[in-house]
């Protein structure tokens, strides 16, 4: 389910431009032009974060800001046009989690949001997961294979944890996709592949069997090596 973007903004040439930008991105959005307004959107429809304006007529995005804070912990990412450091330290005392000076650009605002997002997430404590002779520390992002130490990058830890989490299961293209990639390439993408593949030199790096399997024309399965 894709994350709902709550925008309150006055100006409505930057409503809309957020609006379309975000939409584009996969974001469900709704659209306040004033502080009541967005509140009681809030209150209707409980967004994943607000974006919020500092200036707007009526009741301004400080109030707005204590209100939403006040019922509750969505992330809250606050604009203004002031630039006055003083005014940024009032933002966040009144509970806003980062502000961005306007005029941004569009893909500092997705990085502010992403990182809002992760910030958000409620952080389980890290687990060891194991499978056969292979280990991934979800605190640290290392795999161990053995004695030996396996470092991933981002995505290849991804795709790791979504097998070790599922042993044994086949997971589809469509689920590893989805999964991993929180969007459809389509099906013409062969990304999965490569990143598979990048796995299986990691893993297999020093002769061992293999333990991530291809299932034909369907997905791939974690399971123990063939005999
Ligand atoms: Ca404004």
Not at 201 to 226: F, I, S
Request: aromatic share 8%; net charge negative.
């Amino acid at each position: 389910m894709s994350k709902r973007i709550l925008v309150i903004e006055d100006e409505e040439r930057i409503a809309q431009l957020l609006k379309r930008g975000l939409i584009y991105e996969g974001y469900r959005v709704d659209v306040a032009y004033d502080g009541h307004a967005g509140l009681q959107l809030a209150r209707e429809q409980p967004p994943d974060l607000v974006i919020l304006d500092w200036m707007l007529p009526g009741l301004d995005g400080l109030e707005v800001c204590r209100r939403l804070r006040a019922a509750g912990d969505v992330p809250i990412l606050m604009l203004t046009a002031k630039d006055e450091v003083q005014d940024r330290v009032q933002g966040l005392d009144t509970g806003a989690d980062d502000y961005l000076v306007k005029p941004f650009e569009f893909d500092e605002l997705l990085a502010r949001i992403r990182a809002l997002f992760r910030r958000a997430q409620p952080h389980s404590e890290p687990e060891v997961l194991r499978f056969a002779d292979l280990e991934l520390d979800t605190g640290t992002h290392r795999a161990r294979r053995g004695e030996r130490y396996i470092d991933l990058t981002a995505k290849e830890y991804e795709l790791l944890e979504l097998f070790m989490r599922n042993p044994r299961r086949v997971l589809t293209r469509e689920t590893i996709f989805d999964r991993v990639w929180g969007y459809d390439f389509g099906g013409e993408s062969n990304i999965i592949e490569v990143y598979v593949r990048y796995l299986r030199q990691k893993t297999e790096e020093n002769g061992e069997p293999r333990l991530l399997h291809t299932v034909r024309g369907v997905g791939y399965v974690l399971r123990e090596p063939d005999a």
